[in-house]
């Protein structure tokens, strides 16, 4: 069984569109989080959500919209696509909020915006 | 500002020899730092957690350093296999809202 697991795994794209990512978890984890990897393999948090709150929202473009259903799902909504957007995007997880706590990171969903 | 800086060139060793890998930091005072390998079109994986107060981590044939001191941790691997090429990510946290700041991976390529 996928620890997390993100759909989909590739998505392309023209500008302009409108795109959602969902991530799932089965680890029973109270905390989610979206990373965007660069090209030049930068990880950089762009949310958090503990228990389907909101805890962390880094300088992110409002086009960005996380929805958390529930504590096991974090899916990421796009709006109006820029080339810019072009990345990797990894949702992630950890036990708790705080603490030491490792990531548990879903396999990555690679945007192309043309 | 704040830095985290990784070796952005590739490091080649030879099997068998030991790699070890840097991960630099500058205005950051973190209570732990992480390390991470990630293989090409996958997600990181956690390796090693290291604590401001621990000087060194083992694993199997892992080891990390900790000086925060210098700002500086050292990752190594011992007796490297060519299974171990990958990128290797550091990770620094404790701050403010205690999230997980990466630096940019250094890829390792042990040659047989």
């Known amino acids: 069984d996928t620890a997390v697991s993100q759909t989909p795994k590739y998505l392309v794209t023209q500008m302009g569109n409108d795109k959602s990512i969902k991530c799932e978890q089965n680890?029973?984890?109270?905390?989610m989080y979206w990373y965007k990897q660069d090209s030049k393999k930068f990880l950089k948090i762009m949310f958090s959500y503990n228990n389907k709150e909101l805890i962390i929202n880094e300088t992110v473009p409002n086009r960005f919209s996380p929805k958390s259903p529930d504590k096991a799902h974090l899916n990421l909504h796009i709006n109006s696509l820029e080339l810019g957007d072009s990345a990797v995007y990894f949702c992630?997880?950890?036990?708790?909020?705080?603490?030491?706590?490792?990531?548990?990171f879903g396999e990555g969903s690679r945007l192309t915006v043309l | 500002s704040q830095k985290i800086e990784q070796n952005s060139e590739a490091l080649n060793i030879q099997e068998g020899k030991t790699a070890t890998l840097t991960c630099n930091y500058t205005?950051?005072?973190?209570?732990?730092l992480q390390w991470y390998r990630q293989d090409p079109g996958r997600g990181p994986v956690f390796l090693l957690l290291?604590?401001?107060?621990?000087k060194e981590k083992r694993k199997e044939r892992l080891k990390v350093t900790f000086d925060t001191t210098l700002k500086q941790s050292l990752f190594h691997i011992t007796a490297s296999q060519p299974a171990d090429s990958a990128t290797y990510l550091c990770a620094l946290g404790g701050e403010a809202g205690n999230m997980l700041t990466f630096g940019g991976g250094t890829r390792l390529m042990v040659k047989p």
């Open positions: 992630a997880s950890s036990r708790q909020r705080g603490g030491t706590g490792e990531l548990f």
């Open positions: 290291i604590r401001e107060n621990e």
């Open positions: 680890l029973g984890h109270d905390t």
């Open positions: 205005n950051y005072s973190p209570a732990y």
